[in-house]
């Protein structure tokens, strides 16, 4: 069983920054990919970015590409997504999720462990 802790959002002015983190508690997140995802007010959940558990190798959402950087330290079983250049339209709530890949394969759904989620507010 994997618990994961999202923290770092808040409310900040578009063009602005934040840092999301996502912990683990429980497990170490070694051999687990990680995904970060975002459900806006009225819409689906959408896939934002993922890292594999070596962080060797990332994907994006179209929509966040040179704007949004994940990483991990797998030390501190944390992941990261740092943003900037927020938007209004990136207000949502930011979700981690992890699963298991020992092969270390990256993807886009099926995620088995998810957090409870971090509001991120982009005022215009």
């Known amino acids: 069983q994997v618990q994961l802790v999202e923290s770092g959002g808040g409310l900040v002015q578009a063009g602005g920054s934040l840092r999301l983190s996502c912990v683990a508690s429980?497990?170490?997140?070694?051999?687990?990919?990680i995904g970060w995802f975002r459900q806006a007010p009225g819409k689906e959940r959408e896939f934002v970015a993922a890292i594999n558990w070596s962080g060797d190798s990332t994907d994006y959402a179209d929509f966040v590409k040179g704007r949004f950087t994940i990483s991990r330290d797998n030390a501190k079983n944390t992941c990261y997504l740092q943003m900037i250049g927020l938007k209004p339209e990136d207000t949502a709530v930011y979700y981690c999720?992890?699963?298991?890949?020992?092969?270390?394969?990256?993807?886009?759904?099926?995620?088995?462990?998810w957090g409870q989620g971090t509001q991120v507010t982009v005022s215009s």
């Open positions: 429980r497990r170490t997140l070694y051999r687990y990919v």
């Open positions: 999720a992890a699963d298991w890949s020992l092969a270390g394969e990256i993807y886009r759904t099926d995620y088995t462990y």
